[in-house]
């Protein structure tokens, strides 16, 4: 038994959650996926996998050899690409997680300068609002929005991103504008779920105002859109209505009163900035967040 192939079809299909997926991931037929996997349990003397009619779930030990034998892995690419030297060109696969607007508007530009740059990449992007642990999931590179915990994560900050107020021209002329936070409550607001964000909203000097909003809505987008379409005020992140700003869809309110910005970092696994592919897709993601007035702008939004 090749170990190293039986790792790693073991991690396709604990990544797949089935045998079928994992095989066509792999480019392999499905009986030889399984044939693979049961030598290496054979092998360890352990049940890794536990198959249902409907699910593949990892074990306990399955959990625990998933993650070391991601780490091994990776360590042999890092391994290799070292030996092959700095003028190699990066090859394989990496995994990128970032908050679903921000990925969307400002990392999948990166994705696809550096795909086509580098033609024997591939990159799976997953884009959540909510905090994805890399080593769990098995990814090489985040982006992170806010004060990071102490973790075996290494960080690079490539800018801040702040929480505004927003509403139309139109609502305004309606139903004029607010001059500090306590007058929030005398007007239509827009409540988005998505990233964790709340009905208290946060202001300068750690006050706080707990609020009733009229449309709460599970994506960013509805939010805003809302608000562009003259319904309410709306609290957003900096960097996803700088576009409507800069149109005059939207007014900035009570930037005074506003909380401290927010760092953004690349984050990425310990261990995994030596390979050639992961270094070479942060060095381009960092130049290009660095130059984004979205999260850097010249002059404050």
Avoid at 32 to 47: F, I, K, Q, Y
Avoid at 138 to 149: A, D, F, K, M, S
Avoid at 182 to 189: A, P, R, T, V, Y
Wanted: net charge neutral; aromatic share 6%.
């Amino acid at each position: 038994m090749d170990r190293l192939h039986a790792m790693e079809v073991f991690i396709a299909v604990a990544e797949e959650e089935g045998f079928n997926s994992a095989a066509r991931r792999l480019r392999m037929s499905a009986p030889s996926v399984t044939r693979a996997v049961a030598s290496l349990e054979e092998h360890l003397g352990v049940r890794l996998l536990e198959r249902t009619t409907r699910h593949v779930r990892t074990t306990d030990s399955g959990a625990h050899y998933l993650e070391d034998a991601r780490r091994l892995l990776s360590q042999l690419t890092a391994i290799e690409e070292a030996t092959a030297g700095i003028r190699g060109s990066p090859k394989g696969h990496i995994g990128v997680t970032a908050p679903v607007l921000f990925g969307r508007t400002l990392i999948t530009p990166t994705i696809v300068e550096y795909l086509q740059a580098h033609p024997e990449t591939e990159v799976s992007a997953y884009f959540l609002d909510r905090v994805v642990n890399l080593v769990d999931e098995g990814l090489e590179v985040g982006v992170r929005i806010g004060q990071l915990p102490d973790s075996s994560l290494w960080a690079k900050r490539v800018g801040a991103v702040r929480h505004l107020l927003c509403a139309s021209p139109t609502y305004l002329q309606k139903h004029g504008t607010p001059g500090n936070p306590s007058e929030l409550k005398q007007h239509q607001l827009i409540s988005s779920s998505a990233g964790g964000f709340s009905h208290v909203w946060q202001f300068k000097g750690a006050s706080q105002v707990r609020l009733r909003p009229r449309l709460n809505t599970t994506t960013n987008d509805a939010a805003i859109e809302a608000a562009c379409l003259g319904f309410g005020i709306v609290r957003s992140l900096s960097y996803q209505v700088a576009a409507h700003i800069e149109s005059g869809e939207l007014v900035s309110l009570l930037d005074e009163f506003g909380p401290e910005p927010m760092p953004v970092h690349i984050v990425h696994r310990q261990g995994q900035y030596e390979t050639i592919r992961v270094r070479a897709f942060i060095e381009m993601l960092a130049k290009n967040l660095l130059a984004d007035s979205r999260i850097n702008p010249v002059t404050e939004i």
